[in-house]
T-cell receptor, first 115, second 110 residues
Framework: GAGVSQSPRYKVAKRGQDVALRCDPI?????LFWYQQALGQGPEFLTY????????KSGLPSDRFFAERPEGSVSTLKIQRTQQEDSAVYLC?????????????FGPGTRLTVL | KQEVTQIPAALSVPEGENLVLNCSFT??????LQWFRQDPGKGLTSLLL?????REQTSGRLNASLDKSSGRSTLYIAASQPGDSATYLC?????????FGTGTRLQVFP
């Protein structure tokens, strides 16, 4: 079956622009996670949804970052007024049950470059 | 605060060697530990998941062990192949989120 998909795969933005990154989780998966991976580092948690409810957003670095999952399936991560330090790979993962205790399946990521 | 460390940061070995990658974590109150593989420009592929009540998991040439009391996990790769070249990440689950180490970059040369 289809895995987690993300779009776009690559995004170049000028500093100050707004961007929107999309994640399509595995069909039927309850939990959805966003992670940020800087070059040479491990991924870092941003936010977690269980169905349409955003249960944890403690990892969002600033109020310029906003995530939503209005119908409990597709999710969008929006970054307003992008800055150079936002350059990273943004990874989405989904899990079949609530919580992060079960295996998380990752998408290919979106590489964001802010000039 | 949970911190995850992986040693070594990089490893280059000839084909056929048996390898051990190390992962340590500071807080033993974890739900599970997961090992991933990441190829350049790609997402993460799950290799093994060890529940907190388990001691080890095996899949093919891979074996992962978990010692919660000492805060350690090891990933054993038997008879390494050039196709095993990738970055290997370990992550612990605490409060519904994965906390990752910085990875071990492995190169297996023919």
């Amino acid at each position: 079956g289809a895995g987690v998909s993300q779009s776009p795969r690559y995004k170049v933005a000028k500093r100050g622009q707004d961007v929107a990154l999309r994640c399509d989780p595995i069909s039927g998966h309850v939990s959805l996670f966003w992670y940020q991976q800087a070059l040479g580092q491990g991924p870092e948690f941003l936010t977690y949804f269980q169905n349409e409810a955003q249960l944890d957003k403690s990892g969002l670095p600033s109020d310029r970052f906003f995530a939503e999952r209005p119908e409990g399936s597709v999710s969008t991560l929006k970054i307003q007024r992008t800055q150079q330090e936002d350059s990273a790979v943004y990874l989405c993962a989904s899990s079949s049950v609530g919580g992060g205790r079960n295996e998380q399946f990752f998408g290919p990521g979106t590489r964001l470059t802010v000039l | 605060k949970q911190e995850v460390t992986q040693i070594p940061a990089a490893l280059s070995v000839p084909e056929g060697e048996n390898l051990v990658l190390n992962c340590s974590f500071t807080d033993s109150a974890i739900y599970n530990l997961q090992w991933f593989r990441q190829d350049p420009g790609k997402g993460l592929t799950s290799l093994l998941l060890i529940q907190s009540s388990q001691r080890e998991q095996t899949s093919g040439r891979l074996n992962a062990s978990l010692d919660k009391s000492s805060g350690r996990s090891t990933l054993y790769i038997a008879a390494s192949q050039p196709g095993d070249s990738a970055t290997y990440l370990c992550a612990v689950v605490r409060f519904d989120k994965l906390i990752f180490g910085t990875g071990t970059r492995l190169q297996v040369f023919p």
